[in-house]
């Protein structure tokens, strides 16, 4: 699913954003070792890590939008990572309803990137571990790898926690949930690294990873609705460009969603799965759901007509509205 935000609902976004437009794109000591015997062939130094290529105009302008987008969002008090409060109370019939429309549906059409108003499905999650790794684009700085991996490390720990699920860091060989730090300048990257991990991928949307609209911040690609037990497959692609807070937003995001959290819906607040960019990071109310969608007692494949009972007496369970 990509993170296509159209900033539909919140102040003055329209006007920041038409402003945005017209903008151009611009210890412990160690013993010390005897000597040795002379004649030893001298061990072979491991090669120095390759320098990061300097990005072109195209990705600093790219990046410099996207950092003007992010204090824009900022100064409009959006991007909250506060997890929702007093102001953003819900009901145990609106996590039901909003766990329909974002469990339920698909936010895209198979195959296309543009938003829909919702492709119906079956209940589905991850049966298998889910198994993640990072891969990272050349023009990716050590230090920024560094802090991206800390902070998806320490969001799997967080999304294992809330499910009860296996959701695991993995080395790249034995991952199946692949995280892609890329960029405009990563697409060879992409294309070898998609071609490496996923060999039948599909070469539509593998030319749309690498062809990306400016206003499709990140993405992820899942088997999840109709792979079988521990065959499923996701790779979740992140912008480079972006600026550190919506690097972690598309995160959070696009790693939920590929857990089986498929849609965004409008009404769902406080929530990440809402276009209205106002959560830029997991809310209570989204743990609520990713409980909801590993409860045991909702069965893989089950229609919403049939899940209903069940999503609404979960719900109320977990808002505290159950009489049981």
């Known amino acids: 699913m990509a993170r296509r935000k159209p900033f539909l609902a919140i102040g003055s976004a329209l006007l920041g954003l038409a402003f945005l437009a017209a903008c151009d794109m611009p210890m412990r000591e160690s013993l010390k070792p005897q000597a040795r015997p002379a004649g030893l062939i001298k061990p072979r130094s491991a090669p120095a890590a390759p320098k990061p290529k300097a990005p072109s105009k195209a990705s600093r302008e790219l990046s ?8 824009h969002l900022l100064t409009q008090g959006l991007l909250r990572r ?9 009901r145990a019939a609106d996590l039901a309803r909003n766990f329909e429309a974002i469990a339920f549906f698909d936010e895209h059409a198979p195959g296309q990137l543009t938003t829909t108003p919702g492709q119906i499905t079956r209940f589905h999650r991850w049966r298998g571990q889910a198994r993640v790794a990072s891969h990272f684009g050349a023009s990716v700085t050590p230090a920024t790898r560094e802090k991206d991996s800390r902070e998806l490390n320490k969001y799997l720990a967080r999304l294992s926690r809330v499910t009860g699920h296996a959701i695991t860091p993995s080395s790249q060989k034995n991952a199946n949930f692949h995280v892609l730090f890329m960029g405009l300048d990563d697409a060879d990257d992409i294309r070898k690294t998609v071609r490496r991990i996923w060999p039948d991928f599909p070469e539509s949307r593998l030319k749309q990873l690498t062809a990306l609209p400016r206003d499709i911040y ?9 792979a079988p037990a521990g065959q499923e497959r996701a790779i979740a692609l992140i912008r480079t460009e972006h600026p550190d807070l919506m690097r972690l937003s598309c995160i959070h995001e696009e790693v939920a969603q590929g857990l089986g959290l498929s849609n965004d819906s409008p009404y769902a607040r406080p929530s990440i799965f809402n276009d209205d960019e106002e ?10 759901l990713l409980k909801m969608l590993y409860d045991p007692r909702f069965k893989d494949g089950m229609a919403l007509g049939e899940a209903r009972p069940t999503i609404s007496k979960v719900a109320a369970e977990l808002t505290g509205e159950s009489n049981s």
Not at 218 to 226: R, T, W
């Open 82 to 90: 506060d997890g929702g409060g007093p102001d953003t109370g819900f």
């Open 64 to 71: 410099a939008y996207y950092t003007r987008l992010q204090e």
């Open 279 to 288: 959560f830029a990071t997991l809310t209570n109310h989204d743990e609520m």
């Open 218 to 226: 990140c993405l992820v690609h899942s088997n999840v609705s109709f």
